[in-house]
């Protein structure tokens, strides 16, 4: 099972970014993915979650500008992020859990700044 997330970059204040996160060797279809983001010198922080029912969950410092959904034909989940800010910043990666174990793909940068 490999997890590659993508979609990174940089954003101005009030941007959008949409980020990925593609697996192999396992189908996402009915499978809780969660996204986690960690801030230069702060821990790594649960941003969103998308639960093998369909139900999502955020944070409280993104919810209403972040939506956590999922494309089972390209075996994908995505981040859709809106409204960026600053203190979004940070390195993201998605997180799938699949027979007991926690599946993590490798990291992407997201920069907002103007």
């Keep these: 099972v490999q997890l590659q997330a ?3 970059g940089l954003a101005q204040p009030g941007g959008s970014l949409r980020l990925s996160c593609t697996a192999s060797g396992v ?5 809780p993915v969660m996204w986690y983001r960690q801030a230069p010198g702060e821990q790594r ?3 969103a979650r998308r639960a093998s029912n369909g139900y999502t969950e955020y944070a409280e410092s993104v919810k209403g500008r972040f939506a956590i959904s999922r494309d089972n034909a390209k075996n994908t989940v995505y981040l859709q992020m809106n409204s960026l800010k600053a203190e979004d910043t940070a390195v993201y990666s998605c997180k799938l859990y ?3 174990r926690d599946y993590w793909g490798q990291g992407t940068l997201v920069t907002v700044s103007s």
Excluded: A, L
């Design 6 to 8: 993508s979609g990174g």
């Design 27 to 31: 189908s996402i279809n009915n499978k």
């Design 45 to 47: 922080e649960w941003v």
């Design 98 to 100: 699949y027979w007991g």
